[in-house]
């Protein structure tokens, strides 16, 4: 269902403005950068690194998510931000001395004023558009809310912590978030590796949350049913059948699934040897995943925003509104991602044979011909004509 109409945020009451200097005299602690280390983080990064970092001034000492002024090697304010007693990254910086006062050591007004921002920028570019409503709302340093991302999916928002300071303002972002027109649920998805490097005792962090408003909950027998039609009534084989359940139980044997089952073996995945390989990372956030599904985005002409997990992914694709022409085919297509990437991690696992992408992304299009007609690729004009079928742009 396409989003119609302009993403507002309603304000909230003004209060005023309050400056660095008077704030730091309330208790504020202040982390003092090394000498010549000041033009970096004048200059836009947002990161200060623990080894950037003087000294910290400040009885009792911050402790993580605490808001801390940053200072040149005089103790003179140069911005503020959170800070992080463990993570390499002392001081996630938020704002500069000569930003809008209005903002200065208030999380809730920045997080309000960036938002805001975000949307404005987000209408200027045409999203939400005819042609989709999927797309980043905030893209962490992009849009100066390091650790946050936030994807619109409909009237669905999620979002993505992996940064401590955001779990720590979790209900004052939903509450932004909430305020958005349109905005009608959303979802929480920390980042787990991530915020174990941000020091957090992973045993307080909730699985993800989806807020539905009341009025929006559906009977959940009724919403299974559709789920189980969804991946079993299609026309690819039915082992490819059961391997897409299985995936999306995200229970298939990836290296991350062996290690929880005691199974000793490195953790490393086999298609981009950057990660660790676990369902998500293989199907969906993989560089070799990614340009398979950038492969079929451009070729069905769709601006696509990629959800966090395999299951929001599949239901997302499988739940667009398309042609009947190309429904058939549509359907099919994840499960064509998924078969073909999962045979090329084993063949690199097993036999130690890669394929080159633009093998893999022709193996793809056979797969889907061959499953939609029940046959081989027997004839190059009736294959090249099968491809060029391939458009939601009619």
């Given at each position: 269902m396409l989003v119609s109409g302009r993403l507002m945020l309603r304000s909230l009451s003004p209060s005023t403005p309050p400056t660095l200097a008077s704030n730091h005299s309330a208790g504020v602690a202040k982390v003092v950068l090394k000498k010549g280390k000041t033009q970096l983080f004048k200059d836009g990064s947002p990161m200060v690194y623990s080894g950037a970092v003087d000294r910290v001034i400040g009885r009792p000492p911050p402790i993580t998510g605490d808001i801390v002024l940053v200072a040149d090697g005089s103790e003179k304010p140069i911005g503020w931000g959170f800070y992080n007693s463990t993570s390499m990254f002392r001081v996630r910086l938020m704002q500069l001395q000569d930003e809008d006062p209005s903002c200065a050591l208030n999380a809730e007004k920045l997080l309000e004023t960036r938002i805001v921002a975000a949307v404005k920028l987000r209408h200027n570019l045409g999203l939400p558009s005819a042609h989709t409503n999927a797309y980043r709302l905030v893209n962490s340093e992009g849009d100066r809310l390091s650790g946050l991302i936030v994807d619109i999916f409909g009237d669905l928002a999620v979002i993505a912590s992996s940064a401590a300071w955001v779990q720590t303002y979790q209900h004052q972002i939903m509450d932004c978030l909430s305020r958005l027109n349109n905005i009608k649920r959303i979802s929480w998805r920390p980042t787990v590796e991530i915020l174990k490097e941000e020091g957090l005792d992973l045993s307080d962090l909730k699985k993800p949350d989806l807020i539905i408003p009341q009025t929006?909950?559906?009977?959940?027998?009724?919403?299974?049913?559709?789920?189980?039609?969804?991946?079993?009534?299609?026309?690819?084989?039915?082992?490819?059948?059961?391997?897409?359940?299985?995936?999306?139980?995200?229970?298939?044997?990836?290296?991350?699934?062996?290690?929880?089952?005691?199974?000793?073996?490195?953790?490393?995945?086999?298609?981009?040897?950057?990660?660790?390989?676990?369902?998500?990372?293989?199907?969906?956030?993989?560089?070799?995943?990614?340009?398979?599904?950038?492969?079929?985005?451009?070729?069905?002409?769709?601006?696509?925003?990629?959800?966090?997990?395999?299951?929001?992914?599949?239901?997302?694709?499988?739940?667009?509104?398309?042609?009947?022409?190309?429904?058939?085919?549509?359907?099919?297509?994840?499960?064509?991602?998924?078969?073909?990437?999962?045979?090329?991690?084993?063949?690199?696992?097993?036999?130690?044979?890669?394929?080159?992408?633009?093998?893999?992304?022709?193996?793809?299009?056979?797969?889907?011909?061959?499953?939609?007609?029940?046959?081989?690729?027997?004839?190059?004009?009736?294959?090249?004509?099968?491809?060029?079928?391939?458009?939601?742009?009619?």
């Open positions: 929006m909950v559906k009977d959940q027998n009724t919403s299974k049913k559709i789920y189980w039609k969804l991946v079993w009534r299609t026309r690819q084989p039915l082992r490819v059948t059961c391997f897409i359940w299985t995936a999306l139980k995200e229970a298939c044997l990836t290296q991350d699934n062996l290690r929880r089952r005691g199974v000793i073996v490195v953790n490393m995945c086999a298609m981009c040897k950057q990660a660790n390989e676990s369902v998500n990372h293989l199907f969906l956030h993989c560089p070799a995943a990614a340009r398979l599904w950038y492969f079929f985005y451009s070729m069905l002409g769709l601006q696509w925003a990629m959800p966090f997990n395999i299951k929001d992914a599949y239901a997302s694709w499988i739940l667009w509104r398309v042609d009947k022409s190309i429904k058939r085919i549509w359907r099919m297509i994840p499960a064509v991602i998924f078969w073909n990437l999962w045979k090329e991690r084993n063949s690199r696992c097993f036999e130690g044979i890669s394929t080159p992408i633009c093998s893999l992304k022709s193996r793809c299009l056979a797969t889907l011909y061959s499953w939609h007609f029940f046959a081989p690729v027997n004839s190059v004009g009736n294959f090249l004509d099968f491809v060029s079928s391939l458009s939601l742009v009619r």
